[in-house]
């Protein structure tokens, strides 16, 4: 999908739209610059960190990954009558 003015036929909102202006782009090369710089500079100090980020990462999945599972109880009396 080519996003060029030319090209686009529909309107980007939002964080889409400034993802993909020039200012965007540069603030997405800026970080995966810094994040290549970090991981492998200091790599050493993600692995001291590392078990207590997958602990950490435990309880968040929890929180926010029940989301989705379907339980809609509104729904469900309404089917019941």
């Excluded at 309107?11 to 610059?33: C, E, M, P, T």
């Excluded at 993600?46 to 950490?56: G, K, R």
Aim: charged content about 15%; hydrophobic content about 45%; glycine content about 8%.
């Amino acid at each position: 999908m080519h996003h060029n003015d030319k090209n686009c036929v529909h309107q980007h909102k939002g964080l889409l739209a400034f993802l993909l202006s020039w200012r965007g782009v540069v603030l997405i090369l800026a970080l995966a610059g810094v994040s290549y710089y970090l991981l492998t500079q200091h790599l050493e100090h993600l692995a001291v960190a590392l078990p207590y980020l997958i602990l950490l990462a435990c309880p968040l999945m929890h929180i926010f990954g029940h989301g989705g599972n379907g339980h809609h109880h509104a729904d469900d009396d309404k089917e019941k009558k």
